[in-house]
């Protein structure tokens, strides 16, 4: 008798990313998707919402390293977004580089400001270090508005970061006799980024640092008794987490063409909290899965409301609700409901899917 | 403006009649030789505009009635045959929310749906789409007086700008408004680019006439609490002080001022005010110190024949109305796409670049007194109204306002120029 | 002089509406260990209650108060039922979640009800003035200032006389032995949540009387609070109201000098004053001024 197919016969192996050979063919489904998926929709409107929810799925993989793996609560992400964007406004626009050294400019950035930032969560901790970051939101956008021969001040400033890779420009992608459209190729480049970020995460979750920051998530206190350097984890989780912020923030600028203080608010950050509790605290998978369903959230609601009954969709139509403050009170909700009923959230409900099915036809 | 459209009818048939193509030769599709072609968002007898607009969150309050303002003008339009008697227009509403990464979302939305379109509001909307509006080749009209808009090709701006309307300000207080060079002038504003505005304005006619702006306090939106910002500018004995802000904002400031007991002679941008303001507990005070500076004539003054035909379109259209010169702006904007449409369809082509030459090759636009004549035509060439209107705060009239000084030009105004912004 | 002390004046009543906000926090968190962030929602909706029993129902502007401050009292109690109830035991940052949830429901269930226009609410102080030598005081602001202080003694002599105070704070203490002693956690918790939305209402209804009228915009002010109880420390109410005044004081002297002193720091500090105080100070004391240390076991 041969052991069952899911056996784990060492460490090494139960530690193994696709594993299994249905891991395996969903690896290459999800290529072929992320492949094709542009060529069969080419609507410019799912496209950009798709794309929107690309970046976020980067910010809140930052974020979930942050807070669902270390257990640093951090209202301030906006803030490394917004940086992440200036600076590819500065690299990539003013000093006109390309792509892959203004994205790494923007990460080198947020990392530095990461690492300025991250003492502070030695000295603070729990709801005081919440307060803290969140008065980084508005500590920074009073700096966005005032420095203004970087950010444009009020105005906003526009991002001329080009997403061109050699001689390959992704903003205006012609590849075999055929034209792609700015939203067919920012698609790929943003999803190709999102894929490589998830790797780059998962790998460091998987390994010693990843164990460690588990551990300091836990009780950093027992965790420097057993010899992991708290400090040092920690202020390492902000500048890693802020550095992928800020290349999600690069991604923004670059593909909306044009940024304003106005972008980086705090309910930006709220957003990007909710997104990883939906989506699944401490899982790299649930930070995609949050940042999908919550974006697409309100496009879907957009897309039918008119069948909603109660919902007004023109200027003086009748309903008593608008879209708007229907899809603040679905938000609001959903955060409540997942954290009620659900506190793993998507990934949570995924989990248990596969695991009913791996057990299969023994599962309980 | 119905001569102008009975006009155009006659010279498109004229020009059908002289084609020799009057017969159906083919079919249902084209039509005859000089009626133009189905392009995006034009499917032969229906004109599709888009509008990108707040219909929901703080800036409704300006996003509906603009909104209205708007449809009210097309259904009256479609009531007498359309863009050029032939084409009716529909409108596609999309509620941006006043952000950009929405604002973005949607305008990808319905662009392929759409001719043009004739609002996008705000100025951080704006600007986050015009990059793609130059890609695909749109054109918009952007509900906002910056001076930014006038010499971009893709835009489609209305009205005097808010730099324009702080010089007129500024030259009404010297000559009818009992002020002098020697006063001591400040200003109020709003720490954004629409606050921006009208300090360059003001610094515009600090130079020209000979003033120096003794004092600048800034705030934010939303502030709760202006006592320090009223302090300072009582301590600095400030005379006369112009205020950028909005309504919400405008009415806590002068109501602090009021408390204060602090009475400069305050002029406040157009969108500082809005009716709501003259039944609050702040009129009494607003009455005597208060003048705002904005374009056209009060709420059904019928001296002034655009005022009384909106009127009449309002009362036909949308009985509801309160009046509101946020609607008035939506209907200015859509009497400028009107021009454009039909000047494309003259022209013979609503494809984008159809209407992008139209654009370019309009002339002098008059909005019957509702706003200034604006000079269109290529975006280097533009030549927006340089007029204002002074209005005073009296509870009694429709909207609140009273016309002090009706549409003039001060000669700092004609001098200012618009350059082309590094956007 | 005169410039000095009228800013001052304005600092104590801004002070008082962010001491009445942070009070509201720390009451919750005393008994709880929870951080409303809803606090700002619930500033709000009782702002708005208290215009609809003034102006719709034409009640006299000080049973207004009194009843806009109860229905709040109704509101945060049933929400401390109904959700938090459930939460018991969930990490800390869940529940903070929750609240900031709460929030997003409120605010447009807030502007569905009422709209987004300004609403002018209808009470005796308005714009009124009294003349005190130099200076011009606000008639709204003494009223507000007074209150505060009320409101603030009379909660001292709740927690320190009354057996509901007692309970409370028994459980804050040690809610096991509290629950021993036969006191009823459920109470205390309900009580706290209600007792934290009355002090937001009055807060709310107070700040709305001014000069300006109503907006939706007005739960924004919640946010000042929080370094106004971080800096009181999360769980002292003395320092809940000490953090308060502190910060509405930093605010408004900030806000009147702004020209002669701090304009080398960009325009408008003062938007930016409470949150730099804040840090400032938790890098010297990491527990607030008056906040407990934290004793942490392994």
């Not at chain 1, 974006?295 to 909603?308: F, K, M, Q, R």
């Not at chain 2, 009455?287 to 056209?296: C, D, F, T, Y």
């Not at chain 3, 006389?161 to 409370?168: I, K, Q």
Request: hydrophobic share 50%; with cysteine.
């Amino acid at each position: 008798m041969r052991p069952h197919r899911n056996l784990v016969r060492g460490y090494a192996q139960d530690l193994r990313l696709f594993g299994s050979p249905v891991a395996r063919v969903g690896l290459a489904l999800m290529l072929v998707t992320l492949l094709v998926l542009p060529t069969v929709v080419q609507d410019d409107f799912w496209l950009s919402v798709l794309i929107y929810s690309g970046i976020t799925a980067i910010g809140a993989i930052g974020l979930n390293l942050l807070t669902g793996y270390t257990g640093q609560i951090s209202l301030g992400h906006a803030f490394f977004i917004g940086a992440g964007a200036y600076a590819a406004a500065v690299f990539g626009g003013d000093l006109g580089l390309p792509l892959p050294v203004w994205l790494l400019a923007a990460a080198a950035t947020g990392a530095v400001l990461g690492g300025v930032i991250g003492p502070f969560a030695l000295r603070l901790r729990g709801h005081y270090l919440a307060i803290v970051t969140l008065g980084l939101i508005f500590i920074g956008e009073h700096i966005w508005r005032n420095l203004r021969d970087v950010t444009g001040g009020n105005n906003g400033t526009s991002v001329g970061a080009q997403a061109t890779l050699g001689p390959v420009d992704l903003g205006a992608l012609k590849l075999a006799g055929e034209t792609y459209s700015r939203n067919q190729g920012y698609f790929w480049l943003v999803w190709g980024l999102v894929a490589v970020v998830a790797l780059l995460a998962k790998n460091l979750v998987r390994t010693r640092p990843g164990r460690a920051l588990r551990a300091v998530r836990d009780h950093d206190q027992a965790a420097e008794v057993i010899g992991v350097r708290a400090g040092r984890y920690k202020i390492g989780a902000f500048m890693v987490s802020s550095a992928i912020a800020a290349v999600a923030g690069a991604l923004f600028g670059s593909y909306q063409q044009h940024v304003s203080p106005d972008d980086w608010t705090l309910l930006l950050s709220i957003q990007y909290i909710a997104i990883i509790i939906v989506g699944g605290l401490g899982t790299v998978f649930g930070s995609i899965l949050g940042a999908i369903f919550v974006g697409a959230l309100p496009a879907l609601i957009d897309e039918y409301s008119s069948v909603i009954p109660g919902v007004a969709t023109e200027a003086g139509g009748d309903g008593f609700i608008s879209v708007f403050a229907l899809n603040q009170a679905i938000f609001g909700l959903l955060i409540v409901l997942f954290l009620v009923f659900e506190p793993r959230g998507l990934a949570g409900i995924w989990f248990r899917v596969k695991a009913y099915f791996k057990a299969w036809p023994f599962s309980y | 403006m119905r001569v102008v459209k009975v006009a155009l009818a006659v010279t498109v048939a004229l020009v059908v009649a002289a084609c020799g193509g009057a017969g159906n030769d083919k079919g249902g599709s084209g039509g005859s030789a000089g009626a133009p072609n189905k392009a995006a968002g034009f499917d032969g007898k229906t004109i599709k505009l888009g509008v990108l607009t707040p219909l929901t969150g703080t800036v409704a309050v300006i996003g509906q009635p603009l909104t209205a303002g708007n449809e009210v003008y097309f259904k009256a339009l479609n009531a007498s045959g359309g863009v050029a008697g032939k084409y009716k227009v529909e409108l596609v509403q999309e509620d941006s929310q006043y952000k950009t990464d929405i604002a973005v979302q949607k305008y990808n939305k319905i662009k392929g749906d759409v001719v043009a379109f004739t609002q996008v509001l705000g100025t951080a909307p704006t600007l986050a789409v015009l990059p793609q509006l130059r890609t695909d080749k749109i054109l918009a009209a952007p509900a906002s007086l910056d001076a930014l808009w006038v010499r971009e090709d893709n835009l489609l701006p209305v009205g005097g700008p808010y730099q324009v309307q702080a010089i007129n300000a500024m030259d009404y207080y010297l000559s009818d408004g009992g002020g002098s060079k020697g006063d001591t002038i400040c200003t109020m504003i709003q720490d954004d680019v629409y606050g921006e505005a009208g300090q360059q304005g003001i610094d515009f006619a600090a130079e020209k006439y000979g003033f120096k702006v003794a004092n600048t306090q800034k705030f934010k939106v939303g502030t709760e609490n202006y006592a320090g910002q009223i302090g300072a500018l009582a301590g600095a004995q400030c005379q006369m002080v112009f205020l950028v802000a909005t309504p919400s904002d405008a009415a806590k400031i002068w109501g602090t001022a009021a408390q204060a007991r602090f009475a400069p002679q305050w002029i406040g941008q157009s969108p500082s005010y809005t009716g709501a303001l003259a039944k609050s507990a702040v009129a009494p005070y607003m009455k005597q110190s208060v003048l705002i500076v904005a374009e056209g004539t009060e709420w059904g003054d019928d001296s002034v024949p655009g005022m009384k035909q909106m009127v009449a379109d309002a009362t036909k259209y949308a009985p509801d109305q309160e009046p509101d010169y946020y609607f008035a702006f939506g209907y200015n904007q859509a009497r400028a796409m009107t021009a454009v449409l039909e000047k494309a369809v003259e022209l013979g082509d609503l494809s984008r670049d159809g209407v992008l030459k139209a654009s370019g090759a309009l002339g002098n636009v008059s909005f019957q007194g509702l706003t200034g004549d604006y000079r269109y035509g290529p975006a280097a060439d533009r030549n927006p109204p340089r007029s204002s209107t002074i209005f005073a705060v009296d509870p009694s009239k429709p909207f609140g306002l009273k016309k002090v000084k009706y549409n003039f030009t001060s000669p700092a105004a004609k001098e200012i120029e618009f350059k082309k912004a590094d956007l | 002089m005169t410039t000095f002390l009228t800013n001052v004046f304005a600092g104590l009543a801004l002070g008082s509406t962010y001491a009445l906000v942070a009070l509201g926090f720390v009451v919750i968190y005393k008994s709880t260990g929870v951080i409303n962030f809803a606090q700002g929602g619930l500033l709000a909706l009782g702002a708005y209650l208290g215009y609809t029993f003034s102006n719709n129902l034409v009640i006299a502007f000080g049973f207004a108060i009194l009843l806009a401050c109860l229905a709040a009292a109704v509101v945060g109690a049933s929400v401390e039922r109904m959700v938090l109830r459930r939460m018991v035991g969930q990490p800390p940052f869940a529940v903070i979640m929750i609240t900031i949830g709460l929030l997003f429901v409120l605010e447009p269930l807030i502007t569905a009800i009422w709209g987004f226009d300004n609403l002018p609410v209808r009470n005796p102080w308005n714009i009124q003035t009294v003349q005190v030598g130099q200076l011009v005081l606000g008639v709204r602001d003494l009223w507000t200032i007074g209150i505060t202080a009320a409101v603030v003694v009379g909660f001292f002599l709740f927690f320190r006389y009354t057996r509901m105070g007692l309970a409370m704070r028994a459980t804050a203490f040690d809610p096991e032995a509290a629950l021993a002693q036969g006191i009823s956690a459920r109470r205390v918790y309900a009580t706290s949540w209600a007792i934290a939305a009355a002090l937001a209402a009055l807060a709310g209804i107070t700040l709305a009387a001014g000069p300006g009228g109503l907006q939706p915009s007005i739960s924004s002010i919640a946010l000042a609070a929080f370094p106004a109880m971080i800096l009181g420390g999360l769980d002292s109410p003395a320092g809940a109201v000490l953090g308060g005044v502190i910060i509405g004081l930093a605010e408004a002297l900030t806000r009147g000098y702004q020209d002669q002193l701090f304009s080398w720091a960009g325009d408008n500090v003062s938007v930016i004053v409470p949150y730099v105080l804040m840090i400032l100070i938790l890098l010297i004391r990491p527990y607030g001024l008056l906040g407990t240390k934290d004793v942490r076991r392994i």
